[in-house]
């Protein structure tokens, strides 16, 4: 007879489909890696009956059962603004619903081996007593994200919501953290902030993941009457810090590129960028915003420099490992590529600084060697330490830790 396979429940507060944010890309691929292995995955989100249609196979990749909460009906803004005077912080509370806590609660109630949290902010839906052995697969240090926005807030107003958010977050991460068997974390940096900050003693490092076969190098385009010098930049465009982000290389670095390269193109791509974003755009020429798009590919193959000016912001970017395997050579902030476990210089170009970025842009838009060089070198080493496989065989070796160590523990009490 086939032995019984631990089963494993995992929760996250978001539906993941369709991958539209780091986030949710980091997730699948994880539990797309795990599936078929050691356990048996239920699969417990949000979503309403036409997202479970629509779907329907890409949730049948992820998991061996899956269930839903519906949705909670949209709060309005004014609603939402009063979260920012309650006890827990704003992106806390919006993942606190009654569905969610019950959907949650009866499966912790099942006989089962492993419940796996998907970011912290969903340990609010986690029951005061659980029997399983517990993981939180956290994606940030969310409380450093809330002090880095309030120490770059302009007026005193922000920087005292800011600096609210980072205390009651700082909080909330640390006391939900304690409560688990095991927390794993997507960068060496993080797991070592918790273990220090927040002495969580069991804590781990996940290398991210990139499925390695669907984001596939290409050599990068000459620049030529067809392929005029491109930019681009993927992310939700809905999230604060990209919005931070790309405000600062439209106002400070794309007017230095244009006097050199007046020619060139900045492409932003992800969903709901907002409107002072694309009127600002408008004015500084030449930049295109696509909203949401099925596939980020055609764009990032047909540029000659990815960008991550990021400001504000907390883990690792899955965008930058994507960029690296399609072969799309990269210019970054320092916290751009902070925990990425590359090397600049050779797999990237870091540059802080308006002129800095600007400079190694338009290295990389006027030097096709240069463009070669760091695009082969990483992809080799995303085909060498990143794939999203390996990844996945690292998380479920945790998990497999920790279920171990949550049996010994009842044995022995």
């Given at each position: 007879?086939?032995?019984?396979?631990?089963?494993?429940?995992?929760?996250?507060?978001?539906?993941?489909?369709?991958?539209?944010?780091?986030?949710?890309?980091?997730?699948?691929?994880?539990?797309?890696?795990?599936?078929?292995?050691?356990?048996?995955?239920?699969?417990?989100?949000?979503?309403?009956?036409?997202?479970?249609?629509?779907?329907?196979?890409?949730?049948?990749?992820?998991?061996?059962?899956?269930?839903?909460?519906?949705?909670?009906?949209?709060?309005?803004?004014?609603?939402?603004?009063?979260?920012?005077?309650?006890?827990?912080?704003?992106?806390?509370?919006?993942?606190?619903?009654?569905?969610?806590?019950?959907?949650?609660?009866?499966?912790?109630?099942?006989?089962?081996?492993?419940?796996?949290?998907?970011?912290?902010?969903?340990?609010?839906?986690?029951?005061?007593?659980?029997?399983?052995?517990?993981?939180?697969?956290?994606?940030?240090?969310?409380?450093?994200?809330?002090?880095?926005?309030?120490?770059?807030?302009?007026?005193?107003?922000?920087?005292?919501?800011?600096?609210?958010?980072?205390?009651?977050?700082?909080?909330?991460?640390?006391?939900a953290l304690e409560r688990f068997t095991t927390v794993i974390a997507v960068s060496e940096r993080d797991a070592q902030f918790?273990?220090?900050?927040?002495?969580?003693?069991?804590?781990?490092?996940?290398?991210?993941?990139?499925?390695?076969?669907?984001?596939?190098?290409?050599?990068?385009?000459?620049?030529?009457?067809?392929?005029?010098?491109?930019?681009?930049?993927?992310?939700?465009?809905?999230?604060?810090?990209?919005?931070?982000?790309?405000?600062?290389?439209?106002?400070?670095?794309?007017?230095?590129?244009?006097?050199?390269?007046?020619?060139?193109?900045?492409?932003?791509?992800?969903?709901?960028?907002?409107?002072?974003?694309?009127?600002?755009?408008?004015?500084?020429?030449?930049?295109?915003?696509?909203?949401?798009?099925?596939?980020?590919?055609?764009?990032?193959?047909?540029?000659?420099?990815?960008?991550?000016?990021?400001?504000?912001?907390?883990?690792?970017?899955?965008?930058?490992?994507?960029?690296?395997?399609?072969?799309?050579?990269?210019?970054?902030?320092?916290?751009?590529?902070?925990?990425?476990?590359?090397?600049?210089?050779?797999?990237?170009?870091?540059?802080?600084?308006?002129?800095?970025?600007?400079?190694?842009?338009?290295?990389?838009?006027?030097?096709?060697?240069?463009?070669?060089?760091?695009?082969?070198?990483?992809?080799?080493?995303?085909?060498?330490?990143?794939?999203?496989?390996?990844?996945?065989?690292?998380?479920?070796?945790?998990?497999?830790?920790?279920?171990?160590?949550?049996?010994?523990?009842?044995?022995?009490?």
């Amino acid at each position: 007879m086939t032995p019984r396979k631990p089963r494993l429940v995992f929760v996250s507060p978001v539906f993941l489909f369709p991958n539209d944010a780091g986030g949710k890309i980091r997730t699948t691929n994880i539990l797309r890696g795990l599936k078929g292995g050691a356990f048996d995955i239920t699969l417990v989100s949000v979503a309403d009956e036409a997202q479970q249609r629509r779907w329907a196979a890409e949730i049948a990749g992820v998991c061996d059962r899956f269930v839903a909460w519906q949705p909670a009906p949209e709060r309005p803004k004014w609603l939402r603004a009063l979260d920012l005077l309650r006890e827990l912080p704003v992106n806390v509370v919006a993942d606190r619903t009654e569905a969610g806590a019950n959907a949650v609660r009866q499966l912790a109630q099942a006989p089962g081996d492993l419940i796996v949290f998907d970011f912290v902010h969903s340990a609010v839906l986690m029951p005061e007593q659980l029997r399983q052995a517990s993981v939180c697969f956290t994606h940030n240090v969310e409380a450093e994200i809330f002090a880095r926005h309030a120490s770059k807030a302009k007026d005193g107003a922000r920087r005292w919501m800011w600096s609210s958010q980072y205390r009651k977050m700082a909080r909330f991460e640390r006391d939900a953290l304690e409560r688990f068997t095991t927390v794993i974390a997507v960068s060496e940096r993080d797991a070592q902030f918790f273990r220090n900050s927040y002495a969580i003693a069991d804590c781990h490092a996940i290398p991210t993941g990139v499925d390695l076969d669907f984001f596939s190098w290409q050599v990068p385009p000459p620049v030529d009457g067809v392929h005029p010098p491109t930019v681009v930049f993927t992310g939700s465009m809905d999230w604060t810090a990209n919005i931070d982000g790309v405000q600062y290389f439209l106002n400070e670095v794309w007017p230095l590129i244009l006097r050199r390269q007046p020619n060139a193109r900045f492409v932003v791509v992800g969903r709901n960028p907002p409107n002072m974003l694309k009127a600002l755009g408008q004015s500084a020429r030449n930049v295109e915003f696509t909203g949401f798009v099925d596939d980020v590919r055609p764009y990032v193959h047909a540029a000659h420099a990815f960008v991550i000016p990021l400001l504000v912001g907390g883990g690792t970017r899955i965008k930058a490992f994507e960029a690296m395997a399609m072969g799309c050579p990269i210019v970054s902030t320092s916290l751009g590529t902070e925990g990425l476990g590359a090397e600049p210089e050779r797999h990237f170009l870091e540059r802080d600084g308006a002129q800095p970025m600007a400079d190694a842009v338009l290295a990389l838009l006027e030097d096709a060697a240069l463009r070669q060089r760091i695009s082969s070198e990483a992809r080799a080493v995303v085909d060498q330490r990143f794939g999203h496989k390996v990844a996945a065989e690292v998380f479920e070796k945790i998990c497999l830790g920790a279920l171990e160590r949550h049996r010994t523990h009842a044995v022995t009490r």
